[in-house]
């Protein structure tokens, strides 16, 4: 129950409304409980008929009766007054009158009143609970995306995206019917069996020692049940998370999937893993589905031995008033209904428990990358990057994916990385914003070391163009202008004429404010790219990032992209990913990299009179379009 009341730490801040609902559930059983009760105890006042009354000539000496009539103190009739008893004369100092007719007529005001007020406490406690659920949710939901964005690049490497998405919404949302379930009952369920019992032990105390029988057996049913319960959902949530996942990363190559006519195949991968969603979920029904017959079973054997011992009193005349009893039996009968709730609720925060459970492993899991607490602002770029002695491995067991690389980039440089796929060209440039530390040696910018410095501050002063431009399903204004506030329409339409995307845009529908859809997709590669270009060019770093930013196009539209890249590079420092090493000719500086380490460093043309592997890759590219060309 620990991660329970982590969840509920969320109430905190909710404690005001919280203590509103609390007292509105005390009025509601107050009224409830009390209208049964007044109207169970004068029943029999108002439809008995009155006693033929004796004179004093009809009673004969010597009798009982007369005896009776034989002064008693008040003192010796207060002490032989049962609990009940006394309730009963309180109630009837308010309710019974000598007229029955004007008793009848007080109750029936009461009952209007009390149930009146009843369903309004109601009403109200459900507005105020419901607005609890919502704030608590949504709080609960904004802490899990918060702490998302607050976790390393390793984190995304190693989960799925599907786990990420079902975490954040489905886990989240069963979370939210645990809480509405607790916010409903939590409260209402508890104290409706505390005020059926007392009222139970005011009718009898005896008879009500017996049901003390039911609450460890109740509370032995609930705590087995519900510990199933919790690890099934557990188990459930995962194989949500799994089947979302093959969703969204069926969508996202529903094109490849068409291309090469694997339908089937795919709907036959979805229907293996929704069915073994569906069969986790029978599962846990039919556990959760047990748990209200059997409590209610064993309810009835001891409303069974109740009626039997407080019955067979009734009839022998040793204990209760016929009347008494059947108040009893109501209440006992009404006990039941919230015992049910109770075991319900457990179910239901055992599931959301499970959900739970996921969402607290995710909320500990405590981001690698994360600024000391004397890191430095960075404003200003002067001097150079320097990478000394540095080597980087994504997991402990594995070989480094960069092994002793030494290098120094001087500010307005453009330094260009080559190699074979897998060489660490694109692990290198990850470095540098920190998206990952180095395992040993250092990078540092200026002289100071990347840790020492705020991430925030160090990534402002970096702009990143990739192969895969990335566009959100928004408009075209605001995938321009993202990650830079406040931006003129004009800032934005002199980024887009140097990105040459101001062209197309004006074409568009609405212009800036033309929506491109999910990743862009109301776009073609070359204006999605050139649209990622004009957000750099708008943000005007000091270094530049291009990961093979024109890999993916073609020839035209590579000419209008490596145009803008041009004017984009103007007086940065840039770092480039070459796929195509005709557009790193005039670099001031070419890394070659193989399995990791820098085999080769210098200008074009330095490096093609080594006749070592540049050379090599750009003899293999050149013949190649060459034989285009022909």
């Not at 009390?114 to 949504?138: D, H, P, Q, S, W």
């Not at 959902?233 to 996942?245: D, G, M, P, T």
């Not at 929506?515 to 073609?524: F, I």
Request: glycine share 6%; net charge neutral; hydrophobic share 45%.
């Amino acid at each position: 129950m620990k991660n329970y009341f982590r969840f509920l730490a969320f109430l905190k801040p909710q404690k005001y409304w919280i203590f509103s609902a609390f007292i509105l559930t005390v009025l509601y059983i107050l009224f409830n409980s009390s209208a049964l009760y007044i109207t169970g105890t004068f029943v029999k006042t108002i439809f008995t008929p009155a006693p033929v009354a004796q004179t004093e000539a009809q009673i004969p000496e010597g009798t009982s009766a007369q005896a009776e009539q034989s002064p008693v103190s008040v003192d010796d009739l207060i002490p032989k007054l049962s609990l009940k008893d006394k309730v009963k004369n309180v109630v009837a100092s308010y309710v019974e009158s000598d007229d029955k007719t004007e008793t009848l007529k007080r109750i029936c005001i009461i009952l209007l009143v009390t149930f009146t007020l009843k369903n309004f406490m109601a009403y109200g406690k459900r507005v105020i609970t419901g607005l609890i659920e919502f704030r608590v949710v949504n709080d609960i939901r904004e802490t899990v995306y918060n702490h998302i964005h607050q976790l390393s690049m390793s984190f995304f490497d190693n989960t799925k995206s599907g786990e990420i998405t079902s975490i954040t919404f489905n886990d989240v949302g069963s979370i939210k019917n645990m809480l509405r379930m607790s916010f409903e009952k939590i409260f209402l369920v508890p104290l409706e069996i505390i005020a059926y019992l007392s009222w139970l032990v005011i009718l009898s105390w005896k008879l009500t020692l017996y049901i003390f029988i039911i609450i460890p057996l109740i509370a032995i049913v609930i705590t087995q049940i519900g510990s199933s319960i919790r690890r099934k959902s557990k188990r459930i949530f995962a194989q949500v998370a799994e089947v979302l996942n093959l969703l969204t990363e069926n969508l996202s190559a529903i094109r490849i999937v068409k291309a090469f006519a694997t339908e089937n195949y795919e709907i036959a991968r979805f229907k293996k893993e929704n069915e073994k969603y569906y069969k986790l979920s029978l599962r846990q029904r039919k556990l959760s589905s047990l748990t209200s017959p059997l409590n209610e079973a064993i309810g009835a054997y001891i409303a069974v031995l109740l009626l039997w011992f407080g019955g067979r009193e009734v009839v022998q005349g040793q204990g209760l008033e016929a009347d008494d009893f059947m108040q009893y039996i109501i209440f006992l009968f009404m006990m039941f209904a919230p015992l049910r709730e109770l075991s319900g609720l457990n179910n239901t925060i055992q599931i959301g428990l499970g959900a739970g459970d996921r969402i607290i492993k995710l909320l500990d899991t405590k981001p690698q990358i994360f600024d000391k607490p004397d890191a430095r602002e960075i404003t200003t770029f002067e001097d150079g990057i320097a990478l000394k002695n540095m080597v980087f491995t994504y997991k402990k067991d594995l070989a480094p994916a960069l092994d002793n690389i030494n290098l120094s980039i001087q500010k307005g440089q453009m330094v260009a990385f080559v190699g074979h796929s897998g060489a660490g060209k694109t692990t290198l440039v990850n470095l540098i914003p920190r998206f990952y530390d180095v395992t040993s040696g250092s990078i540092s910018i200026d002289g100071i070391d990347l840790r020492d410095l705020k991430m925030q501050s160090l990534r402002r002063m970096m702009g990143i163009v990739t192969q895969e431009s990335i566009l959100f399903n928004d408009t075209v204004r605001v995938n321009i202008s993202y990650g830079v506030e406040n931006a003129s329409e004009g800032a934005i339409i002199k980024a887009a004429k140097i990105a040459n995307a101001w062209e197309f845009i004006e074409t568009l529908e609405n212009g800036l404010d033309t929506v491109v859809g999910e990743r862009g997709v109301m776009l073609s590669g070359g204006q999605r790219q050139r649209l990622s270009i004009a957000r750099a060019i708008l943000k005007n770093p000091p270094i530049l990032i291009l990961d093979e930013a024109t890999s993916a196009l073609d020839t035209e539209s590579e000419k209008l992209v490596q145009a803008a890249l041009n004017s984009l590079m103007e007086n940065r420092t840039v770092l480039v990913i070459a796929h195509r090493l005709s557009t790193i000719i005039k670099a001031d500086k070419i890394i070659v990299l193989k399995d990791g380490r820098i085999v080769e460093t210098g200008k074009h043309d330095e490096l093609l009179a080594k006749g070592g592997v540049y050379s090599r890759l750009y003899e293999l590219q050149f013949a190649g379009e060459i034989e285009m060309n022909e």
